[in-house]
């Protein structure tokens, strides 16, 4: 297991955005609930964000312009 203390409240903001640019990790256990979440210090995690949001961008536009 990591050395990282995932649970301590000073890498989370607001209770459910992990950040810690210390941890490795790109994807951890959420804290609260079922599933993962981001490790949003990662410069990783803002490329996968902006992947998820260019869909429905992309849709829209080519739905306007088609």
Do not use: C
């Not at 000073?10 to 993962?36: A, L, Q, V």
């Not at 410069?43 to 998820?52: N, R």
């Amino acid at each position: 297991m990591d050395d990282f203390n995932r649970q301590n409240n000073e890498f989370w903001k607001w209770g459910i955005i992990y950040f810690n640019p210390s941890d490795p990790s790109i994807w951890i256990e959420k804290r609260i609930g079922i599933g993962w979440t981001l490790n949003f210090a990662h410069k990783e995690s803002l490329v996968i964000i902006g992947m998820i949001l260019a869909i429905p961008v992309a849709f829209l536009v080519f739905t306007v312009l088609g």
